[in-house]
């Protein structure tokens, strides 16, 4: 199947997509973005055409939409990729206003809408979903997780304070919130209660909370916590299982180790991947994005389901809306 995708949003996560596309040798790409330096730098990176405005992008018929743009400007192209019977895929949420409207649209269309779930597709979270189901330390009771890089760290090539993660709706913590929890509800199951402190603490020149401090009850019974910052000066993700039987420890960028009791010994899973981009951190590699398009174009193509749905991503939000209403009352919040 020849394919045409038109990448909307030619900034960081744009040229990701592209790259993406050319390396699976996709098919035919084109780009669009209302910034005139950014569809220079696409078609002087990587040889494709570009165009600063929408209709006229839409004229060469892409059959598909990757949707890079900020957060709070997916939606409204998504709806039209979706009024237009295109297929499309859309960078990690933050707002859910208009999906609804999405959803109920998508219903009745015949296309493939996939949001982004990227930690789904990463290595380690795969092993240690796999060790989950295959019960390889018995029943999780606990779990601890940290994710943390410092805010002027993620893109060192472009000042903090001049892109969306400077925005009270589209912080980077808002924004990483829901992001992290695809893949941790993914692993164990659905959430019952949440309570959360958040709030700025750092010098840095925005008005975002730079920390959400997070208490989960799942349905299944098992508690923990989540903290999410852009505070932490080196990149960091560390993840804890706790059972009776065993402990699970995931360090970002080493890989995934399994204490079993039983045995009394560990065992390692290390984290093989090695494509990197100039800029990025170390630890940020390309590999599960690539594998997240990669998806996207085998539903397109008939030869998969896409495996995370709006509807999963609109129940992410609503989760990460809860936390916000805890800290902001001091209570619990019931999620389902």
Known sequence: MNLKFLVIGLGSMGKRRIRNLQLLKAGEIVGFDLQ?????????????ETFKKLDDAMSEDPDAFIISTPPDRHLEYALIAAKNNKHFFTEASVLADGMD?????????????????TMRFHPSVKKIKELVDD?????????????????????????????????????????????????????LGDIDTISCFKGKLTQLDVEIDDIYQITIR??????????????????????????????????????????????QSWKQY?????????GYADKIKEEPYIEEVKR????IEGREKYPYTFEEDKKMLGILYAAEKSSERGVHIKVS
């Not at 000042?159 to 692993?187: H, M, N, Q």
Request: net charge negative; charged share 25%; aromatic share 12%.
């Open 36 to 48: 005139e330096v950014r569809c220079k730098e696409a078609e002087e990176k990587y040889g494709i």
């Open 101 to 117: 409207e999405l959803i109920a649209l998508c219903k009745n269309k015949n296309i493939v809408a996939a949001p982004s779930c």
């Open 135 to 187: 019960d390889v330390i018995g029943k999780i009771l606990a779990f601890t997780y940290h994710s943390g890089q410092y805010l002027p760290d993620w893109h060192p090539w472009e000042d903090y304070r001049s892109f969306y993660v400077s925005k009270r709706e589209t912080g980077a913590c808002r924004e990483i919130v829901p992001f992290e929890l695809t893949w941790l509800t993914w692993v």
């Open 218 to 263: 799942f349905r299944s019974g098992v508690l923990g916590h989540m903290l999410v910052d852009v505070i932490s000066r080196a990149p960091y993700r560390v993840c804890k299982l706790i059972s009776e039987e065993g402990l699970v420890i995931w360090d970002w960028g080493s890989g995934v180790k399994v204490y079993t009791a039983k045995d």
């Open 270 to 278: 290390p984290e093989e991947m090695t494509m990197s981009v100039e």
């Open 296 to 299: 996207f174009i085998r539903a």
